[in-house]
């Protein structure tokens, strides 16, 4: 397996809800990324895993909360978001030794 | 932290012509250097990267140069396809391995004019 996945592919959900957005992959990577993207912008850098711990949180509101349950899956729990939060969120990974991030497909998120 | 330039914003270029993109960055110590191609609706992909040890690096019709000592790096695409149109991200980081920080310039959006 040679990709990074993420599920779902769309999300669509209230203020008040309680969502999470799932990330995999099966390459051996041993850092994970998160990424918002929203349109015609650049991706910019939420949080880096490092061996399944938190290396970087770049200053992300509480109502996202990253989980990495073991070193090949990453999870974002959403909560209380606002509709400016809606974007293309991505997530990266990379082989240790290595510098190239492999990108999902990302999974396009509406706040409503 | 890093603060990373891209000029142009958009560029339209006769197929089979060359078009070079530049990226200028602020951090001396980023010497990583990635070009990701977006197609609309798909994920980025990594098309060519340099490190801050060498100054040109060739891919069949994509290049890229480095000039470290101006801080800024291009990307060259000759003989252009159709294919090619894209969103093209330049980036730079203080690689390290496995838990590092990207940081990406503005995107410019290349349209090839069959």
């Known amino acids: 397996d040679t990709e990074v996945t993420q599920t779902p592919k769309h999300l669509v959900m209230g203020m008040t809800n309680k969502k999470s957005l799932k990330c995999e992959q099966h390459m051996g990577h041993r850092a994970m990324y998160w990424y918002k993207q929203k349109a015609k912008k650049p991706p910019e850098l939420m949080f880096v895993y490092s061996y399944e711990k938190l290396s970087i949180n770049e200053s992300v509101p509480s109502r996202f909360s990253p989980e990495c349950p073991n070193s090949s899956l990453l999870n974002l729990h959403l909560h209380a978001l606002q509709p400016e939060d809606s974007a293309l969120y991505l997530c990266a990974s990379n082989q240790e030794g290595y510098n190239e991030q492999f990108f999902g497909p990302g999974t396009r998120l509406t706040v409503l | 932290g890093e603060n990373v330039e891209q000029h142009p914003s958009t560029l339209s270029v006769q197929e089979g012509d060359s078009a070079v993109i530049k990226c200028t960055y602020s951090d001396s110590a980023s010497n990583y250097f990635p070009w990701y191609k977006q197609e609309l609706g798909k994920r980025p992909q990594l098309i060519i990267d340099?490190?801050?040890?060498?100054g040109e690096k060739k891919d069949q019709r994509i290049a890229v140069t480095l000039n470290k000592t101006a801080k800024h790096f291009s990307l060259h695409i000759t003989e252009t396809q159709p294919e090619d149109s894209a969103v093209y991200f330049c980036?730079?980081?203080?690689?390290?391995?496995?838990?590092?920080?990207?940081?990406f310039g503005t995107g410019t959006r290349l349209t090839i004019i069959p």
């Open positions: 340099i490190r801050s040890n060498v």
């Open positions: 980036a730079a980081s203080d690689a390290n391995f496995g838990n590092e920080k990207l940081t």
